[in-house]
């Protein structure tokens, strides 16, 4: 999307002293952030936390989706001064997104690993938020999918990302999304499938 994915700043994010909504573009935006500006900073999150919180919700969960979200604006705060502005800010932020989901899921290989302690009590496992049944259980089974097939089909249905933003964000050729995404397509009704037939 251009103009700050098309200037989706609502007015509760914006403190009072922040510029307006229609005097932000992205080149702007980019250049507040650069310098460390505060008001751009906060227009960044408030332009692009729905949309990447529905995709890191998609990919990991919706119990790490903000974790990830915040380590995803961490991160781009941090890569602004690299930021050469070749790709459109949401292109950037989603590849950022898809670094740190690659991040979480090697901490996931890590704890599950991990021998627990013989000594002390277990802590009970924090209660899951309400989600609709039907979409957790289809949220589960594409995080039974290999990760690039996971983000591929993510960013297609859940973003709605065309395949040469895809490919940009990935850092592939377009016949490599259609491939990922045929195969990601194949794989989750082959997982749906199954857990029907239990």
């Known amino acids: 999307m251009t103009t700050l994915e098309g200037r989706r700043l609502r007015e509760g994010c914006r403190p009072p002293d922040m510029k307006t909504e229609s005097s932000w573009n992205e080149s702007d935006l980019v250049a507040g952030c650069r310098a460390g500006r505060r008001d751009a900073l906060e227009a960044l999150v408030c332009a692009y936390q729905d949309r990447l919180g529905r995709i890191a919700a998609a990919m990991a969960g919706p119990e790490a989706a903000a974790d990830l979200l915040q380590e995803t604006f961490l991160a781009a705060v941090e890569g602004f001064p690299r930021f050469r502005g070749e790709a459109q800010l949401s292109t950037w932020l989603i590849s950022i997104l898809r670094n740190r989901f690659s991040l979480y899921l090697r ?92």
């Open 107 to 198: 901490g996931q290989k890590k704890w599950k690993l991990a021998p627990l302690p013989e000594k002390g009590e277990r802590l009970p496992a924090p209660e899951p938020p309400t989600v609709e049944r039907e979409w957790r259980d289809i949220v589960d089974r594409v995080q039974d999918l290999p990760e690039e097939l996971r983000t591929t089909l993510v960013l297609f249905h859940v973003d709605g990302m065309k395949y040469a933003d895809i490919a940009r964000t990935m850092d592939c050729p377009i016949g490599t999304v259609r491939s990922r995404l045929f195969e990601a397509r194949e794989r989750l009704r082959k997982l749906v499938l199954k857990a029907e037939n239990r």
